[in-house]
């Protein structure tokens, strides 16, 4: 398994989401051997409805999801280490939680 520290979804910056997502998929392939455990960071405002709603889009048992709250209290950092087969399945996840209000992922 090699490193994807070096990727984060902000880095890959194109104005069209289709060639963001293209471009993304790409190096995913580039860097990762699927099928595997894949390692998603989001930080959102802290609320219980937030969490949830990231916790429900990630349904494999496999799922390990950690929640650390920011210094101040005001936000929630959400690790969440998940099976996936493909690439395409990551960038799926990716874009479902895209839904949720005020999210970043990283």
Not at 9 to 28: C, H, M, P, W
Not at 54 to 77: L, M, Q, R
């Amino acid at each position: 398994m090699k490193d994807l520290s070096n990727i984060n979804v902000q880095d890959i910056n194109t104005g069209d989401k289709t060639d963001f997502y293209a471009s993304f998929r790409e190096k995913l392939v580039e860097v990762e051997q699927f099928p595997t455990l894949y390692t998603f960071k989001f930080i959102v405002p802290a609320s219980l409805e937030n969490n949830a709603e990231i916790e429900k889009i990630f349904v494999h048992p496999s799922t390990k999801i950690a929640v650390k709250d920011s210094k101040t209290g005001k936000y929630n950092s959400l690790t969440v280490e998940t099976y996936v087969a493909t690439a395409d399945e990551v960038i799926a996840y990716y874009k479902q939680v895209a839904k949720i209000d005020k999210v970043i992922m990283l």
